[in-house]
Antibody, heavy 118, light 112 residues
Framework: QVQLVESGGGLVKPGGSLRLSCAAS????????MTWIRQVPGKGLEWLAY????????VYADSVKGRFIISRDNAKNSLYLQMNSLRDEDTAVYYC???????????WGQGTLVTVSS | DVVMTQSPLSLPVTLGQPASISCRSS???????????LNWFQQRPGQSPRRLIY???TRDSGVPDRFSGSGSGTDFTLRISRVEAEDVGVYYC?????????FGPGTKVDIK
């Protein structure tokens, strides 16, 4: 069955960096767009970035542009989010999601919590 | 950014009764390919969001047919024909037409 498993979350100080990973299985990973979405605990959802199957199309939300980098390794069926210059307001659960992202993506992971705090 | 608004934000419902959630977008949601990328999600407590409906009215596989979506332009609706206990959670509309894609604030559905 399809699985998306995020990892790499944790506690980091403001200004620090963290790299999230998303391991995909059960479908043809390289054929589909991937995306990162975050949710502040108890609050709403925010799209951060997406990347095409071949990595030739990458788009970021203004809130993370210049600080976060989305990438993928199709040989490893993995998606990444390199997060730099982290701020308190980046504290959230980070989800990876896949397939037909304009239609909201039908595959979602369980999320990984990132806490930015001194 | 396209602003998505939902009403109500809280919806206490009686089991077996219908429920309806409204979603409005600040811009039209017809994409250049002719599709309207208005989607609905359910988030049960402690779980990831789960897509229920995409492109206004297409139900995802495994979603009960008591859920239906409708609308056009900037006004959309999610209806639950008869609410069941498992429907408790937060429901979000989301637009995938204009980047950045945006979600509504969510409507919390619980049982009276």
């Amino acid at each position: 069955q399809v699985q998306l498993v995020e990892s790499g979350g944790g506690l980091v100080k403001p200004g620090g960096s963290l790299r999230l990973s998303c391991a995909a299985s059960g479908y043809s990973f390289s054929d589909y767009y991937m995306t990162w979405i975050r949710q502040v605990p108890g609050k709403g959802l925010e799209w951060l970035a997406y990347i095409s199957g071949s990595s030739n199309s990458i788009v970021y939300a203004d809130s993370v542009k210049g600080r976060f980098i989305i990438s993928r390794d199709n040989a490893k069926n993995s998606l990444y989010l390199q997060m730099n210059s982290l701020r308190d307001e980046d504290t959230a659960v980070y989800y990876c999601a896949s397939r037909f992202i304009r239609a909201g993506a039908d595959y979602w992971g369980q999320g990984t919590l990132v806490t930015v705090s001194s | 950014d396209v602003v998505m608004t939902q009403s109500p934000l809280s919806l206490p419902v009686t089991l077996g009764q219908p429920a309806s959630i409204s979603c409005r977008s600040s811009q039209g949601l017809v994409y250049s390919d002719g599709n309207t990328y208005l989607n609905w999600f359910q988030q049960r407590p402690g779980q990831s969001p789960r897509r229920l409906i995409y492109k206004v009215s297409t139900r995802d596989s495994g979603v009960p047919d008591r859920f239906s979506g409708s609308g056009s332009g900037t006004d959309f609706t999610l209806r639950i024909s008869r609410v069941e206990a498992e429907d408790v959670g937060v429901y979000y509309c989301m637009q995938g037409t204009h980047w950045p894609f945006t979600f509504g604030p969510g409507t919390k559905v619980d049982i009276k």
